[in-house]
């Protein structure tokens, strides 16, 4: 695709239940990363695949919260159990880090319009 | 370890008056900068980047940014700010084969 996308937009759960937020990454990129933001607030780092390597997942909050990237591509990052502090915007980004190529896009973070998770 | 500092949480400038962000970052090895921009209820957007070459970055919508080695600094600019450049900006580091790591953004409003 053009960008990266992200679903859904929007999500509302309720304390206790289990959500999936999905990421498609552009197409080609060999690195996806997951961040979590607060209202207005800074980026937080959860986790970072490249490649075919074991993925970084040294900002996860918690064992309640996981992530897969299947066939290099899509990612789905897992809340279990959802608490109200796990409100917030949960973006995705993707980059071309690796390899020959890439010219100009080389290293530069593309990162889609997020998801905004309610936890009631 | 890598780190990045934005020492100002909220900068405020008149439109039309030279605007500056500031950054200063910590890596080992050689470092690659970013700046990225966020409006409103928006995903970040890439302004610039310096990996290797001139010290003077020029980006996207009239921003600059100038790497400076020995200070360790990548301060963002703009001669002449526009009330629509009103926005959170974060500045980024990375050295080779490291994760990115993010300051905690800065906000900027232009006043008219």
């Known amino acids: 695709g053009a960008g990266v996308s992200q679903s859904p937009s929007n999500k509302v759960t309720e304390k206790g239940k289990d959500v999936e937020l999905r990421c498609d990454p552009i197409?080609?990129?060999?690195?996806l990363y997951w961040y979590r933001q607060s209202l207005g607030q800074g980026l937080e780092f959860l986790i970072y695949?490249?490649?075919?390597?074991?993925?970084?997942k040294s900002g996860l909050p918690s064992d309640r919260f996981s992530a897969e990237r299947t066939g290099g591509s899509v990612s789905t990052l897992t809340i279990q159990r959802t608490q109200q502090e796990d409100s917030a915007v949960y973006l995705c980004?993707?980059?071309?880090?690796?390899?020959?190529?890439?010219?100009?896009?080389?290293?530069?973070?593309?990162f889609g319009a997020g998801t905004r998770l309610s936890v009631l | 370890a890598q780190s990045v500092a934005q020492p100002e949480d909220q900068v405020n400038v008149a439109e039309g008056n030279p605007l500056t962000v500031k950054c200063t970052y910590s890596?080992?090895?050689?470092?690659?900068l970013f700046w990225y921009v966020q409006y409103p209820n928006r995903g970040l957007q890439f302004l610039l980047k310096?990996?290797?070459?001139?010290?003077l970055v020029k980006g996207s919508y009239g921003f600059e940014a100038e790497f400076n080695k020995s200070q360790t600094s990548f301060h963002l600019k703009k001669p002449s700010a526009l009330v629509s450049d009103s926005a959170l900006y974060f500045c980024?580091?990375?050295?080779?084969?490291?994760?990115?790591?993010f300051g905690p953004g800065t906000r900027l409003s232009v006043l008219p």
């Open positions: 980004a993707s980059s071309f880090d690796r390899g020959a190529g890439g010219g100009e896009a080389k290293n530069i973070q593309y």
């Open positions: 197409s080609g990129h060999t690195a």
């Open positions: 695949f490249q490649g075919n390597s074991a993925p970084d």
């Open positions: 890596v080992s090895g050689n470092p690659y």
């Open positions: 310096y990996i290797t070459g001139d010290n």
């Open positions: 980024a580091v990375r050295s080779y084969g490291q994760n990115f790591v």
